[in-house]
């Protein structure tokens, strides 16, 4: 009672995102039970904590979550989300489907990540207009419980391509409180940008531009959002970047100033490293040893959603690249391969997965023996094992083709127990603070990745812990807790 009283009387901080902090799943007696929501930027904001006093306003994303909103009027109970005050949003399911699985997750985030194959897509029609209306809705939603929960001033930070026009409707409906937008994604570069109709380019850019101001996770994602807002909006828009000042965006007839941030989201050492030492995860190691038998045999980790732009089926023809060209590796190495379903609504994320796992059974086929197993592959979610790879693993392979920061990278060297060399993407944001001490890849070149991975492999234990301490201490410069204060004293200052 007094929780749900203190949001009826206006938050100070609000936090807005798809994905909430808790998913539910409804048994078959009708019973609830609560799971911490996953993904990157779920991670980055749960360490915020109940004692931020934020309120975090997110969707019901199935019919468990529907079933927990109608239980506690949309105000989820705390014993649910870690002491965190939540507001559930009920959006109509298929407003919800059109706007995260249509617009969000096929057009936004294969744009910002660069999928499309371009000969044969996108095609914006009809089917995509009904959608880009769902879009409209479903921001409105959320605009309007936003508006209704702020207090006085309050400082609202709006998360992701899946809420672009939330800060716009929301300045108009409240134009005292102070809003912040983040992209947890890259940024699309302009000639990219331009594939999208222009009148949804600039409702996107307009969008994110009512914010006080545009946060990314790294200058080149930050750079990109400018470019685009010059190139769409034209000349009524202007991109300031002056060498020892904040940069910002003016646009707009009332030439509104939306200033731009750049805070690259770290790991959390102190939560992984007491995480990983905790029982369960010594357990899983245990399991794991066996899965990968052979005394003194290597291991390369992988640790993904299965999502198109991390690119595990590059990471798989690598590794396979490698057992053929460098035999002497056969059955000296094993590649622990972690790819947990991901928007499996989608088609095109279904056949991704299978051919992820067609392509594992292949390369077992081809180069197995009755005691080496070269590529295991898990595909259910486990966070425990997830940490016991990273403490067992001599190689982390992070290869995405695009990817906003990847935590992946930033929590492997936290947690290694021995050191663990990295082979990193270029177009991950992560390898803009490690790649001094990474082997660096170009997503695309499989013979290259081979050759990283033997690097990796073969290099010399001092080497190696030396990289990993250095690692480290880059991957946790900016911990989630501080990344979220720094954006919140941004927004206030
Ligand atoms: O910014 C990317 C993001 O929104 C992160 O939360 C996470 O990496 C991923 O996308 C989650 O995707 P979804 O919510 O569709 O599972």
């Given at each position: 009672v007094t929780e749900r009283s203190a949001v009826q009387s206006g938050a100070e901080v609000l936090v807005a995102s798809n994905r909430g902090p808790v998913s539910y799943a409804l048994g078959e007696g009708g019973e609830l039970s609560a799971r911490r929501g996953g993904g990157g930027l779920v991670s980055g904001l749960s360490a915020i904590g109940p004692e931020a006093g934020a309120v975090w306003v997110c969707a019901a994303l199935g019919d468990g979550d529907r079933a927990a909103v109608r239980r506690s009027g949309g105000l989820l109970d705390t014993a649910d989300t870690g002491g965190q005050r939540v507001r559930m949003l009920d959006i109509p399911a298929e407003v919800h489907a059109a706007a995260y699985n249509g617009v969000a997750n096929s057009v936004l985030w294969f744009v910002h990540h660069m999928l499309y194959q371009t000969p044969v897509e996108p095609v914006f029609d009809a089917g995509f207009r009904e959608e880009w209306a769902a879009y409209e809705a479903y921001n409105a939603a959320f605009a309007g419980a936003l508006a209704e929960a702020a207090g006085p001033g309050?400082?609202?930070?709006?998360?992701?391509?899946?809420?672009?026009?939330?800060?716009?409707?929301?300045?108009?409906?409240?134009?005292?409180?102070?809003?912040?937008?983040?992209?947890?994604?890259?940024?699309?570069?302009?000639?990219?940008?331009?594939?999208?109709?222009?009148?949804?380019?600039?409702q996107l850019l307009l969008g994110i531009l009512g914010a006080d101001r545009a946060n990314f996770l790294t200058e080149r994602w930050a750079r990109a959002f400018a470019a685009c807002c010059e190139r769409a909006l034209g000349p009524d828009c202007t991109a300031h970047w002056p060498r020892h000042e904040p940069p910002s965006v003016v646009a707009g007839p009332a030439a509104h100033r939306t200033r731009i941030g750049v805070h690259g989201l770290g790991a959390d050492a102190e939560f992984l490293r007491e995480r990983s030492r905790r029982p369960d995860v010594e357990e899983r190691m245990a399991g794991l040893r066996a899965q990968i038998g052979g005394a003194g045999r290597k291991t390369v980790v992988r640790v993904d959603r299965t999502e198109l732009s991390k690119n595990i089926v590059r990471g798989l023809l690598a590794f396979r690249r490698l057992l053929a060209d460098r035999p002497e590796w056969r059955e000296r190495v094993v590649h622990l391969a972690f790819a947990y379903p991901s928007r499996q609504d989608l088609a095109v994320y279904?056949?991704?997965?299978?051919?992820?796992?067609?392509?594992?059974?292949e390369i077992n086929a081809?180069?197995?023996?009755?005691?080496?197993?070269?590529v295991v592959l898990h595909v259910k979610d486990d966070f425990a094992r997830s940490l016991a790879a990273y403490r067992l693993a001599d190689v982390a392979l992070v290869n995405p083709i695009r990817d906003g920061m990847n935590l992946v990278a930033k929590e492997v060297p936290v947690v290694s127990d021995a050191?663990?060399?990295?082979?990193?993407?270029?177009?991950?944001?992560?390898?803009?603070?490690?790649?001094?001490?990474?082997?660096?890849?170009n997503p695309y070149d499989v013979g290259q990745t081979a050759e990283a991975l033997h690097a990796a492999l073969t290099m010399p234990a001092e080497e190696r812990s030396a990289r990993t301490a250095r690692l480290a201490a880059a991957a946790t410069a900016l911990p989630p807790a501080r990344w979220f204060l720094e954006q919140l004293r941004a927004l206030e200052a």
């Amino acid at each position: 009672v007094t929780e749900r009283s203190a949001v009826q009387s206006g938050a100070e901080v609000l936090v807005a995102s798809n994905r909430g902090p808790v998913s539910y799943a409804l048994g078959e007696g009708g019973e609830l039970s609560a799971r911490r929501g996953g993904g990157g930027l779920v991670s980055g904001l749960s360490a915020i904590g109940p004692e931020a006093g934020a309120v975090w306003v997110c969707a019901a994303l199935g019919d468990g979550d529907r079933a927990a909103v109608r239980r506690s009027g949309g105000l989820l109970d705390t014993a649910d989300t870690g002491g965190q005050r939540v507001r559930m949003l009920d959006i109509p399911a298929e407003v919800h489907a059109a706007a995260y699985n249509g617009v969000a997750n096929s057009v936004l985030w294969f744009v910002h990540h660069m999928l499309y194959q371009t000969p044969v897509e996108p095609v914006f029609d009809a089917g995509f207009r009904e959608e880009w209306a769902a879009y409209e809705a479903y921001n409105a939603a959320f605009a309007g419980a936003l508006a209704e929960a702020a207090g006085p001033g309050a400082a609202v930070l709006v998360q992701d391509y899946h809420l672009a026009l939330v800060p716009g409707l929301l300045r108009e409906m409240r134009p005292d409180v102070r809003i912040a937008h983040f992209s947890h994604t890259p940024w699309a570069p302009p000639e990219y940008f331009a594939l999208l109709p222009d009148d949804v380019q600039r409702q996107l850019l307009l969008g994110i531009l009512g914010a006080d101001r545009a946060n990314f996770l790294t200058e080149r994602w930050a750079r990109a959002f400018a470019a685009c807002c010059e190139r769409a909006l034209g000349p009524d828009c202007t991109a300031h970047w002056p060498r020892h000042e904040p940069p910002s965006v003016v646009a707009g007839p009332a030439a509104h100033r939306t200033r731009i941030g750049v805070h690259g989201l770290g790991a959390d050492a102190e939560f992984l490293r007491e995480r990983s030492r905790r029982p369960d995860v010594e357990e899983r190691m245990a399991g794991l040893r066996a899965q990968i038998g052979g005394a003194g045999r290597k291991t390369v980790v992988r640790v993904d959603r299965t999502e198109l732009s991390k690119n595990i089926v590059r990471g798989l023809l690598a590794f396979r690249r490698l057992l053929a060209d460098r035999p002497e590796w056969r059955e000296r190495v094993v590649h622990l391969a972690f790819a947990y379903p991901s928007r499996q609504d989608l088609a095109v994320y279904r056949d991704y997965t299978a051919r992820v796992g067609a392509l594992a059974e292949e390369i077992n086929a081809e180069y197995g023996t009755a005691t080496w197993q070269p590529v295991v592959l898990h595909v259910k979610d486990d966070f425990a094992r997830s940490l016991a790879a990273y403490r067992l693993a001599d190689v982390a392979l992070v290869n995405p083709i695009r990817d906003g920061m990847n935590l992946v990278a930033k929590e492997v060297p936290v947690v290694s127990d021995a050191g663990c060399a990295l082979v990193l993407s270029r177009e991950a944001g992560a390898w803009v603070e490690l790649g001094a001490d990474a082997l660096t890849v170009n997503p695309y070149d499989v013979g290259q990745t081979a050759e990283a991975l033997h690097a990796a492999l073969t290099m010399p234990a001092e080497e190696r812990s030396a990289r990993t301490a250095r690692l480290a201490a880059a991957a946790t410069a900016l911990p989630p807790a501080r990344w979220f204060l720094e954006q919140l004293r941004a927004l206030e200052a």
